[in-house]
């Protein structure tokens, strides 16, 4: 078992900035990857990014070139920073690990809106 604590997100302008975090406990050891999923009202759970066990990063391309996530497996803990925020970035963000199951935070709302 793999328990997720995530803090951060609120409200913010578009264009502002805000920054999630997420630390792991429980079996980290058997954890591949960790990242972020949110899901926005009324759509399905999408995949954010990840930082694998060996350090590298993928972005979906929405988010491409103004998030940036961190820490990773070793570290126990997966932070994304989040920049140039838009409407559509609104939604309930989810830490996620992967070991052969999937394990989610608690979730967390971000409101991006003037």
């Known amino acids: 078992q793999v328990q997720l604590v995530e803090s951060g997100g609120g409200l913010v302008q578009p264009g502002g900035s805000l920054r999630l975090s997420c630390a792991a406990s429980?079996?980290?050891?058997?954890?591949?990857?960790m990242g972020w999923y949110r899901q926005a009202p009324g759509k399905e759970r999408e995949w954010v990014a990840t930082?694998?066990?060996?350090?590298?990063?993928n972005y979906a391309d929405s988010v491409k070139g103004r998030f940036t996530v961190s820490g990773g497996v070793a570290k126990n803990w997966v932070d994304l920073q989040m920049n140039d925020l838009k409407p559509e970035d609104t939604g309930v963000y989810y830490c996620?690990?992967?070991?052969?199951?999937?394990?989610w935070g608690q979730g967390t709302q971000v409101t991006v809106s003037s």
């Open positions: 930082i694998t066990s060996r350090g590298s990063t």
């Open positions: 996620n690990a992967y070991t052969t199951y999937h394990y």
């Open positions: 429980g079996s980290i050891f058997n954890i591949n990857n």
